[in-house]
């Protein structure tokens, strides 16, 4: 490298403990000189020495990077002791933070500075953000934490050993494929409930309803359902909250189908996102015209998504709906596809739409495809209605009724017009 190039690196590493440096010295800015362990100046330093160390490195070999890194591990280390002996309850993120700044400074200097630059924000941002992560810490609870790990075991350990090849009738069944769309699934699922149990109900019924869409809008609707019929004065209010789910679904179900089969968002963009806005609009206007005659929902009846009988339940009812496609495409053609959509969206809209979106463009046109994801979602809505009408309270469900009403039937005008699908 050259010298102006060989600046450049130097000044990146510079930067870099200076903002890590900035957030430290912020955060212990009311420390009085002296007892605090490092600040902007430290930090800088640090970032600097890294870069040099690097430097030096490219020159002579690594032994010179990895002295200099275990000799400012021993200088921390041995303040960290010092400080010990005064205080008995003394964190290790500002020792931590030191070290990642000399290493962020020595990968400025050998490799791509974009990356360690980047690094450096995202921890600038989750040293300032300790006092909110606690309190989401204080929130989570065992259950949580366990369904947290149990996505990890099942789309790190078990993905990756899963044979990518098909099997059964037509190979139609890919046991890594299936995995993979029940890691996504649960993915999408578990954001939801996290967010519902992590922002609490005091943020109203949009969020409860949007992240109750992500979670399950099927289960979200019966536990506003059951709420309203416990509390009727809140039939208003959940009622707005199921519509939010239920809108939130359509916007998954482009989702999935972008992530499965990219050239069936062109046919299902419009339709999708008529029922989804024509959805979210009655939302609105329901709470406009009862605002203040409710207070937020609480979703506790919404079960935790992530535990293995959920997945392998998700996984079989997927490989069941693959092979039923395969059949009923080769009995009936595109009608059959057309039927197993309208039994699946009973009780499911993602199954059906991960099982044909693998299939469009090979054994289905992509045409029918998007009808056959169409037809899931309107059955899958008016089973959410019927839920609404006969578990609710009536105020609830006239009100749920009427919005699908007008969603289904501009969502089959929006079909219509852009596929002429009769």
Same mark, same amino acid.
């Given at each position: 490298?050259?010298?102006?190039?060989?600046?450049?690196?130097?000044?990146?590493?510079?930067?870099?403990?200076?903002?890590?440096?900035?957030?430290?010295?912020?955060?212990?800015?009311?420390?009085?000189?002296?007892?605090?362990?490092?600040?902007?100046?430290?930090?800088?330093?640090?970032?600097?020495?890294?870069?040099?160390? +690097?430097?030096? !490195?490219?020159?002579? /070999?690594?032994?010179? &990077?990895? =002295?200099?890194?275990? #000799? $400012?591990? @021993?200088? *921390? %280390?041995?303040?960290?002791?010092?400080?010990?002996?005064?205080?008995?309850?003394?964190?290790?993120?500002?020792?931590?933070?030191?070290?990642?700044?000399?290493?962020?400074?020595?990968?400025?200097?050998?490799?791509?500075?974009?990356?360690?630059?980047?690094?450096?924000?995202?921890?600038?941002?989750?040293?300032?953000?300790?006092?909110?992560?606690?309190?989401?810490?204080?929130?989570?609870?065992?259950?949580?934490?366990?369904?947290?790990?149990?996505?990890?075991?099942?789309?790190?350990?078990?993905?990756?050993?899963?044979?990518?090849?098909?099997?059964?009738?037509?190979?139609?069944?890919?046991?890594?494929?299936?995995?993979?769309?029940?890691?996504?699934?649960?993915?999408?699922?578990?954001? +939801?409930?996290? !967010?519902?149990?992590? /922002?609490?109900?005091? &943020?109203? =019924?949009?969020?409860? #309803? $949007?992240? @109750?869409? *992500? %979670?399950?809008?099927?289960?979200?609707?019966?536990?506003?359902?059951?709420?309203?019929?416990?509390?009727?004065?809140?039939?208003?209010?959940?009622?707005?909250?199921?519509?939010?789910?239920?809108?939130?679904?359509?916007?998954?179900?482009?989702?999935?189908?972008?992530?499965?089969?990219?050239?069936?968002?062109?046919?299902?963009?419009?339709?999708?996102?008529?029922?989804?806005?024509?959805?979210?609009?009655?939302?609105?206007?329901?709470?406009?015209?009862?605002?203040?005659?409710?207070?937020?929902?609480?979703?506790?009846?919404?079960?935790?998504?992530?535990?293995?009988?959920?997945?392998?339940?998700?996984?079989?009812?997927?490989?069941?709906?693959?092979?039923?496609?395969?059949?009923?495409?080769?009995?009936?053609?595109?009608?059959?596809?057309?039927?197993?959509?309208?039994?699946?969206?009973?009780?499911?809209?993602?199954?059906?739409?991960?099982?044909?979106?693998?299939?469009?463009?090979?054994?289905?046109?992509?045409?029918?495809?998007?009808?056959?994801?169409?037809?899931?979602?309107?059955?899958?809505?008016?089973?959410?209605?019927?839920?609404?009408?006969?578990?609710?309270?009536?105020?609830?469900?006239?009100?749920?009724?009427?919005?699908?009403?007008?969603?289904?039937?501009?969502?089959?005008?929006?079909?219509?017009?852009?596929?002429?699908?009769?």
């Amino acid at each position: 490298m050259d010298d102006l190039d060989l600046f450049l690196r130097l000044g990146v590493a510079l930067a870099i403990g200076a903002l890590l440096g900035l957030e430290r010295g912020w955060h212990d800015r009311n420390e009085p000189e002296g007892a605090r362990v490092a600040g902007l100046r430290t930090f800088a330093l640090t970032g600097l020495l890294g870069g040099i160390s +690097g430097w030096l !490195a490219s020159l002579t /070999g690594a032994v010179v &990077l990895a =002295v200099a890194f275990l #000799g $400012l591990s @021993g200088l *921390l %280390a041995l303040s960290y002791r010092v400080r010990l002996e005064e205080n008995d309850d003394l964190g290790l993120t500002t020792e931590v933070a030191l070290l990642l700044t000399f290493t962020l400074g020595a990968a400025s200097v050998l490799g791509d500075i974009a990356m360690p630059a980047a690094v450096a924000v995202v921890a600038a941002l989750l040293l300032k953000m300790k006092q909110r992560l606690h309190r989401w810490m204080a929130r989570i609870g065992r259950l949580e934490l366990e369904a947290l790990l149990k996505l990890a075991l099942i789309s790190v350990v078990v993905l990756p050993f899963l044979p990518d090849q098909g099997y059964g009738p037509g190979a139609a069944l890919n046991p890594y494929e299936i995995w993979w769309a029940v890691v996504i699934v649960a993915g999408l699922s578990f954001v +939801g409930y996290g !967010a519902i149990r992590l /922002g609490g109900a005091d &943020l109203g =019924v949009l969020l409860t #309803g $949007l992240f @109750g869409g *992500l %979670a399950s809008s099927t289960s979200t609707t019966v536990a506003l359902a059951r709420l309203a019929k416990t509390q009727t004065g809140l039939a208003p209010v959940a009622a707005s909250g199921a519509i939010v789910a239920g809108s939130v679904t359509f916007l998954r179900v482009l989702a999935l189908a972008a992530i499965f089969q990219p050239p069936l968002i062109a046919p299902l963009a419009v339709p999708m996102g008529v029922m989804a806005a024509f959805g979210l609009l009655g939302a609105a206007a329901l709470t406009l015209r009862n605002r203040g005659d409710g207070t937020a929902t609480d979703l506790d009846a919404v079960a935790n998504p992530l535990n293995f009988g959920a997945a392998l339940s998700f996984g079989a009812l997927l490989a069941f709906v693959l092979l039923a496609l395969h059949y009923l495409e080769t009995w009936f053609g595109d009608a059959g596809i057309h039927i197993a959509a309208a039994l699946s969206g009973v009780t499911d809209v993602d199954a059906i739409t991960i099982s044909v979106a693998r299939l469009a463009g090979d054994d289905i046109a992509v045409q029918s495809a998007a009808t056959a994801i169409f037809i899931a979602a309107a059955v899958n809505t008016a089973v959410k209605a019927g839920i609404a009408i006969g578990m609710g309270v009536p105020s609830m469900g006239l009100r749920v009724g009427s919005v699908y009403a007008v969603v289904l039937t501009a969502g089959v005008a929006a079909l219509w017009v852009t596929t002429g699908w009769s």
